[in-house]
């Protein structure tokens, strides 16, 4: 069983950056791919960026590319979502989840644990 735990949201103006971590419990969470979604009231759950294990591949939605960035630290358990140039169709709550298939994957179901979530409000 894995817990995750999401952190870093807030409220920041357009053009303003944040920085989401999760972090993760478990000593097999360097073999999982982690993705992060986000989801705004009466939508369906979007995804936002995928990492493999070893951060060799690595996906985005088109709308995010070239202002997020995915990482990850295996020694520190912790996925992190670096979001910059961030617009008010960004706010959204934000969750993380893995996958221990390792499979990268863009499709929520896919997926086996998953975080409480943290708000991201960016205003205009």
């Known amino acids: 069983q894995v817990q995750l735990v999401e952190s870093g949201g807030g409220v920041v103006q357009a053009g303003g950056s944040l920085r989401l971590s999760c972090a993760a419990s478990g000593r097999t969470f360097s073999t999982y791919a982690m993705g992060w979604f986000r989801q705004v009231p009466g939508k369906e759950r979007e995804f936002v960026a995928a990492?493999?294990?070893?951060?060799?591949?690595?996906l985005y939605v088109d709308s995010v590319k070239g202002r997020f960035t995915i990482s990850r630290d295996n020694a520190k358990n912790t996925v992190y979502l670096q979001m910059n140039s961030l617009k008010p169709e960004d706010t959204a709550v934000y969750y993380c989840a893995a996958d221990r298939g390792g499979v990268l994957d863009t499709i929520p179901n896919r997926y086996d644990y998953w975080g409480q979530g943290t708000q991201v409000t960016v205003s205009s």
């Open positions: 990492i493999s294990w070893n951060a060799a591949r690595i």
